[in-house]
Each structure stands twice: as C-alpha cells, then as structure tokens.
C-alpha cells in the first residue's frame, strides 16, 4: 500500500514542472559553486600556508641557538590551514583572520642614571585583523556555497513541492476518491512524504556528485577519508533538513482548504525563518552585549600598561641585569616587571577578544533557537572546519599552545644548572641552545570525531524537529475534513 | 471604465490576506531594522564626535588624521558605510590604509551578523508583495472563468490591462510610503534628527527609485500571468524569477567575481621592491660634511633626498594606482552584470543617493591623498624655511572636513541604475499590454 501511494507520487512530481525546474537549477548552481571554487585562488592560500609554515620552522629553528631567545621571540606565529571543503560552507570566512602573531624580540631602552637595560619584547599572542586578500568593493551577501543552495534553495524547492499535497487534491477531488479506499492516513501521509523526499533527494545527490566530481577532477583540492566522511555526513544533515521543510509542507498542506493559501503561509514561513532571522536577528542581538570600541580598547590598554611602568620607579635599585656579574635581585626585579608588563598587555588582549567571542556567541545561540536554517548553516559550518567556531578552536589551540611553549622553556631551562631558573627575563634564562625538534609544533585539532562531537546535538535538534513536523502532519490530517 | 476595472481591482486586492501579510510584515521589519540602524549610527556619530573633539584640542600638525563623516542616510541603504575605514591617517609619509574607527568596527566578527538595512526590507519584501499581487491576474481570472465574463462585455482590452496596472500601483505603494514615512517618523522622533534639504531630495529620489523596483517585479508579474494559463504556474515561474534576481544573480556574479582573483595580485612585493632599493640609496647617503648639527648642510642633504623620495613615492603610488583600478574595474563590471536584476539596481542606487556607495569611499581618499602633497610641503619647509613653517603650523590649527559627495555626483552615480529601472519599466509595461491582449480567452 505504501508502495503504491510512494510511485503514484514519484511518477507525478517526475513528470511535473517543477521537477524539471529543480533539475535545472539544482545543477546550475552546483556546477556553478564546484567552478567558481576552481576558479578561486584556493590553490594559492594553500601554498601561502604551507610558505608561512616553513617561514615559522625556520624563524624558530634559527632562535634555537640560545633558548633564552627562543622564550624571547617566541612560537613566531600560529597560521589557520585553509579548508578543503570551503565550497561547503563558506560564510564569512574571508572576514575571519587567518593567522595569530606570536612573536617578540625587538628591544626597549630603560635608563636610570648611569646604567641601561635594554629589555626585549616578550612574545604574546598578538591578534591580528589579517584576512586574506580580497577585494572589499564587491560586497558578497551570499556566498554561493552548499549552504546557500541547500539552506535556503533546498527549502524552497521542498515548499514548492509539498504545499499542494494535501490541499491541491482536496481541490481536484482526488483526496476523497483515495481515501474512499481502505487506504490508513498515516499511510497515505508517509507516502507523501517519502514520495516528495525521493524526488527531492534524488536531484540533490546527482548534483553533490557533479559538483565533487568537477572539484575532484580539477585537482585542486585532494580529498583524503577525513573530507569524504565530513562531506558524507554534510549530505545526510542536508537530507534531514530537507526533510524537515518537507514535513513543514505536509503540515500547512494539510491543515488548509486551498492550495494558494498553504503556499501563503509557507512562503511567509520560508522569508521568516530562512530570509530573515539569520540575517537580522543577529545584527539586533547583538547590540544587546555591548562590546568596548577598539579607541576604548586602546586607551584602556595603554593606562594599565603606563600604570606598570609607574610601578617600577626604582628598577635599577640593584643594578642591571647586564653587568658582568648581575645580582639575582635586579634579575628578579626586572623579570617581575617585564613578565608583569607583557602579562597585563596580553590578558587585556585576551579578555577583549574573549568580550567579542561572548557577544557573538550569544547572538549566535539565540539564533540557533529562532531557525532551523541557523542550526543547518552552523553544523554545515562545523563539518566544513569554517567559521565562527572553527576560529575560535584555532584560538583556543593558540592558548594552549602558549601554555605547553612556557612549560617547554621552563623544563628544558631546568636542566641548566648555570641558569638562575627565573622566568621571565633572558638573562635570567639559560643561554644553551635547543634542538629544534624538541620544541613543540602548533596543531589545530581537527578531526572528524572532533568535528562530529560539536555538532552533534545540533542535527539531533533537526531530527527531532523533522520527526515532531511529521507526527503534527500525521496526528492534524487524521481528523480533518477531506471533502 | 478604466476607473470602474481599477477600482474592482483595488479593492480586491486590499482586501486579500496576501496584502495584509505582506504590510504588516514589511512594516515590523522596517521598524526593526531602522530602530537598528538608527542606534548603530548614533553610536558611530558619537565615535566621531570624540574623535574630532580630541583632535581639536591637542592637534598634531606633523602626523593627523582626517575623519569621513558617518552619513544619515546610511540607516535608509547602508551600502560600504561599515565596510571601509573612516579614518585616514597623514604621517607625511604617503597615506597610510584608512583604519577603522567606531563603534561597530572593533570587533571584526561583527562582519558576522550582516544587518538588513531599509531599502533592503522594501524591495525584497514588497518585490515579493508584488508578485503575489501578480501573479494571478490574469492566469487566476482565466481559471475562475471571470477574465471571459469580464471581456464578453464592450470592455476594451487595454483597459483592463490598464486598469490592473493602476491598481498594482496603488496597492503598492501604500506599503511603500506607509514604510518610508514609519522610517522617517523613527529617525527624527526616536532619534531627533533633522534632514537638510537636499537629503529630502536624495530621500524622495529613493523612494521613487523603490517604487519603480517594485512597479518592475509587479509588471514582470503581469507579463508570465498573461503568458500561462494556470496561475499555479505562473506562480512557481515567478517565484524563480524572484529567487533569481534577488539571491542568485547578485551571488553568482559576486561569488564568482569575487573568487576569480588571479586577476589581480596585490603590488606589495614590487612595493617592498622599490622601498628597499630607496633605502638602499639612502645609505649611500650624505658624506662626512654633512652633519646633522650642521643645519644649512643638513638641509641641501635633506632636499636631495626630498627628491629621491618624491620619486620613489610617484612610482609607488603608480603600482598601487593601477592595482586599485583594477579591483574598481571589477567591481563595476559585478555591478553591470547585477543590473539585470531590478531589486539589485534599486539597491545601487539607493547606495549611491544615500552616499554610502563605493565611489564615496573613493572620493574621501581622493581628497585625502589630494592633501598629502601640500602637507608635505609644508612638512619640508622645517629645513628649507624654518620661519614660515611656524606660521604655517600655526596656520594649522583646524580639522579638515573633507568635502561629502555633491548631489550632482551622487545623481550621476545612480543615473545608470535609475536609467535602467525605467526602461524596464517601459519595456515590462509594452510587453504585458502586449500579451494580455493577444490572450486567449477561451
């Protein structure tokens, strides 16, 4: 019976316009995104990171003659790997920042009467606004990337499918006429929807396989297991979310007289949550945390560290650090204020870019609750290793790496005997050299199962949401009036 | 008898679920996002409010800045307003990047929420009106068998079709001005501000230029119902047709323009090329007589190297020139290939007559690298004319206001779009006279 119902409905979407209409521009617009993500100078920011990379190992390799430099100029700099599957879910992500400076090294003067100091610059993480190049004078409202075509193109052809699906057989009188048999309605509902599922489905994944096809055979990109889990895993996520706006249909199909009208309301429905929450809502919840300007930043920034140099009016009470045979005191004076001086700087640092992740963080949790498109952009997102979050794990990977470099330098400093095991100061470090595969790399962790652990709840949110929409289809067509 | 079809159409159709739906929802989203927009340009205004004020009290006449002034009607198209810097920064070396200043810039993951300004909710949301309007004007009377009852009677075919036009028009434009007088009412009342009176001109401009946006998806509307039979199709056409002008066309031609970039590379490696070879020449600079204590020396050396430096600016400023050529060249071409979609040109034009467009952005660096020169020059008068650099930096006391765009060249900006806005118009109004009346009725 099932069966039955599913082919009456394959066969009538198959031969329809519509069908034919979402062939065509399902396969346009990913033929066009696996083009113009060919065309883009992908290549390019692969090769720039893997220069950058080399650039660092030998920055560090080179301060590997004394580790006292190494701990002055630091891990040099931390670069975000392009991603493969930037054609997926592209937002924004030439906004993000693509690498952090972690570099120190130039020096600052300090007198006091007869003796100088000059105390070199501490690395800290330095955030720095560096995008890739672009060019700003074209705006891009959309990135035409999957989540474009399948969050908001996807849902609509879903819409255009399943707005008459009940209602448009109420008017024609064949509703009657089916159920005039022993057909159950839960019957006839899951048909329907798999029926339109299939016809849905069926051009999406011939369009997914063109669009990787034309990526794979360009050879830009080398899609390893990993890629082909993720990209396997954003396709079953597509389907669930497709299906969700398919159940939507089935649900205002069923409850209106009219075809016209359930095209109404969903359509209303479609510009609301699709259109217009992920692109307002945010703007508006986020000027509900208010995050300091980068002027005020600045000033702020400037007072704390001009209150440190206050504090250390009598730094040279014990001498300098550089005379032939320094005191411990003065090394333990200055090492206090540089490590002070350099600690209040990055703190601030930190907690403004902290303010700001909270402020985005939030508007972004308050939209994952408005829209299901949200939730599909940021699992697409999640999966695609782009983003907002894939940003913030870079930062977070930033940190820790700066924990686990501190903790390298003082280990390995511990083994001199000659050092006077004070950190921070160069003199107060031990001047040995080090061997440049001891010191620890930056990883990004990235993996599938990370990747599969984030987003998680959120496609548990969306099969929850698909299966609720089904069951209110199903429980709503139950009792209602099909004459 | 146009009169009597008007007037049955109109009240048709202000009577339709479909217009108050749209209305109602048009106008909530104009209130949100000019309420938005409002706050986000008092906070920019106040950013440069201070920013000016601390100038002026301790001006810098060796290395200053000059501020572009947020503009009103950014709350109305919000266009490159927040996109580019506003603050650009002299140091006597050639102009430095503009940087950002304000509010909303410091934090860069603000590029994450993009906002949707006021042209954007009209002429997304009433576009859609519009077609729902449309569409079944003609293919939905022919299905309720109403289109041959209303011609069996001596009803001239163009009537009707001119009578529908008109009551389009109508319908339209209450939601239109209903928006634009709400937007106006928050902003002085909610706001206080005041408009000068050429930005009521620029403002009245954009509501004509919103109007003939949505009289365009309307006709468009009127043109597939008068070629289609059933209005479910036309519907389904005309929804492409929407999909296609407002998000495809203009992220397919961005998309595309924006990625394709082998185009043009960034100069700064042939940049660093020619400040490492002046530097080098530096180098090999002044001989042993040339002292720094020994000023009028000092000075022959300095203007010797004025020379050098002049030089080496000229040729970097020709790299950067034809780089930055390039990328507007691009961008115009994006922009030509947008216009096919009348909701994009309605956009462009809005930008350009709220002055937040790009060639706005284009215009404060031009007058800001204008002025480098003479403040150079007067830099240089240190060691060439000590006595009249003291009078020229106490001449230096004010901030400079760059001059904001002129409505003659705002207006020429959008007269490409306006232009094409209207010969659609005629185009779309010809064609649908056309089709309605070679319609079949039977």
Known sequence: ?483 | MIWIVTARETLDNLMSLKFLFGTVLCLALVVISTVVSLRDYQSRMDEYNTAVADFNEKPDSFYFKMYRKPEVLSIFARGFEKRFGNVAGLIYMPVQASGFMGASEGAEFSAEFASIDFVFVVRVIVSLLAIFLAYDAVSGEYERGTLKLMLSRPVPRSSVILGKLISGAICLLIPLIMSFIIGILIIQLVGGLAFTSEEWLRISLMFVVTVLCVMSFYMIGLVVSSRTRQASTSLLILLLIWIAGVFLIPGVATSAMDRYRRMASTPDKDVAAINSDFYRRKQKGPGPEYHPNNIDAYAKYRIKWDELEDEKDRSIWNLRKRYLDRLYSQADLVQWICRLSPSESCMYASEALARTYVGAYRNFMDYVRSYHGPHREMIRLIWKDRDRYREETKKFKKLIEVPPVTFSASLSAALPDICALAILNVLLFMLSVLFFIRYDVH
Not at chain 1, 326 to 332: E, F, T
């Open chain 1, 1 to 483: 019976m099932l069966w039955h119902i599913m082919k009456r409905e394959i066969y009538d979407h198959f031969t329809s316009l519509r069908f034919a209409f979402t062939i065509g521009l399902i396969t346009l617009l990913m033929v066009l995104n696996a083009l113009i993500f060919v065309g883009s100078d992908y290549e390019q920011r692969l090769s720039e990171y893997s220069q950058n990379q080399a650039w660092v190992a030998d920055q560090v390799r080179a301060s590997c003659e004394h580790l006292n430099e190494l701990a002055t100029r630091g891990p040099v700099g931390f670069y975000k790997r392009p991603s493969a599957l930037a054609f997926c879910a592209n937002d924004q992500e030439d906004e993000l920042p693509m690498r952090i400076r972690a570099q120190g090294g130039r020096g600052t003067y300090s007198w006091g009467g007869k003796m100088s100091y000059l105390f070199k610059t501490l690395w800290t993480l330095n955030y720095v606004r560096d995008v890739y190049q672009r060019n700003s004078m074209i705006r891009t409202f959309t990135a035409l990337d999957w989540s474009f075509i399948i969050g908001v193109v996807m849902s609509f052809v879903a819409i255009l499918f399943t707005f008459d699906a009940i209602s448009g057989e109420r008017e024609r009188g064949t509703l009657r006429l089916t159920l005039s048999n022993p057909v159950p309605r839960g019957a006839l509902m899951l048909g329907k929807f798999l029926g339109s599922f299939i016809t849905i489905a069926v051009p999406l994944v011939m369009g997914m396989l063109l669009n990787l096809l034309i990526v794979n055979v360009s050879g830009v990109v080398s899609l390893g297991s990993g890629e082909w889990a993720r990209i396997g895993l954003m396709a079953a996520v597509s389907f669930i979310y497709v299906s969700l706006f398919i159940g939507l249909g089935l649900v205002v199909s069923g409850r209106m007289a009219r075809s016209s009208t359930s095209l109404l309301v969903l359509l209303l429905i479609w510009v609301v949550l699709v259109v217009l929450v992920p692109n307002t809502l945010g703007s508006v919840v986020s000027t509900l945390r208010r995050v300091p300007s980068q002027r005020e930043f600045e000033e702020q920034r400037e007072a704390a560290t001009r209150e440190v140099h206050d504090s250390m009016k009598d730094r040279f009470k014990y001498g300098s650090p550089t005379q032939p045979d320094p005191d411990v005191k003065a090394i333990k004076l200055w090492a206090d204020f540089v490590t002070k001086l350099f600690d209040t700087g990055s703190r601030l640092d930190d907690e403004h870019l902290d303010s700001q992740f909270a402020q985005v963080q939030l508007a972004r949790r308050i939209l994952r609750s408005a829209s299901p498109t949200t939730i599909y952009n940021y699992t697409m997102e999640s999966l695609a290793d782009t983003g907002f979050e894939r940003h913030r794990q870079f930062v977070k990977a930033a940190r820790r790496h700066r924990e686990r470099f501190i903790d390298f330098i003082k280990a390995t400093d511990r083994s001199d005997s000659k050092s006077f095991h004070i950190y921070y100061l160069k003199e107060g470090l031990s001047d040995k050299p080090v061997s440049s595969d001891n010191v620890p790399r930056f990883a990004e962790a990235t993996g599938v199962s990370a990747a599969i652990r984030n987003t998680f709840t959120h496609i548990g949110v969306l099969v929850v949401l698909s299966v609720l929409l089904l069951l209110i289809s199903y429980v709503s067509f139950l009792r209602c009036d099909v004459r």
